[in-house]
Nanobody, 121 residues
Framework: EVKLVESGGGLVQAGGSLRLSCAGSGFSFEAYAGGWFREAPGKEREAVSCFSSPSSGDYTYYDDSVKGRFTISRDNAKNTVYLQMNDLKPEDTAVYYC????????????WGQGAQVTVSS
């Protein structure tokens, strides 16, 4: 059974940092596409950052709104994906979801339960 468990959300002041973790089981992030999405109140879920599966090439996506501030990384030994978020802004407030798929983050098959990130001004 594939499972994704996020941790690391919380409340932070603008300009602060948080690191989200997503521990995977039942599959290997090394062989999958994976990454982070977020859903703010009243808005649709959007992709934040994602890395491709090995079969799809070697690239990492970042939404323009987080480029230079957020960094995605992966620890294959722990089968865990991280999202380091620096210089947080109130507009980053959202529920952040970890996702994984054998092929692509677009239409990802597996999702975590979500982690709330709240940035106060």
């Amino acid at each position: 059974e594939v499972k994704l468990v996020e941790s690391g959300g919380g409340l932070v002041q603008a300009g602060g940092s948080l690191r989200l973790s997503c521990a995977g089981s039942g599959f290997s992030f090394e062989a999958y596409a994976g990454g982070w999405f977020r859903e703010a109140p009243g808005k649709e879920r959007e992709a934040v950052s994602c890395f491709s599966s090995p079969s799809s090439g070697d690239y990492t996506y970042y939404d323009d709104s987080v480029k230079g501030r957020f960094t995605i990384s992966r620890d294959n030994a722990k089968n865990t994906v991280y999202l380091q978020m620096n210089d947080l802004k109130p507009e980053d407030t959202a529920v952040y979801y970890c996702a994984a798929d054998p092929h692509s983050c677009v239409g990802a098959t597996f999702w975590g339960q979500g982690a709330q990130v709240t940035v106060s001004s």
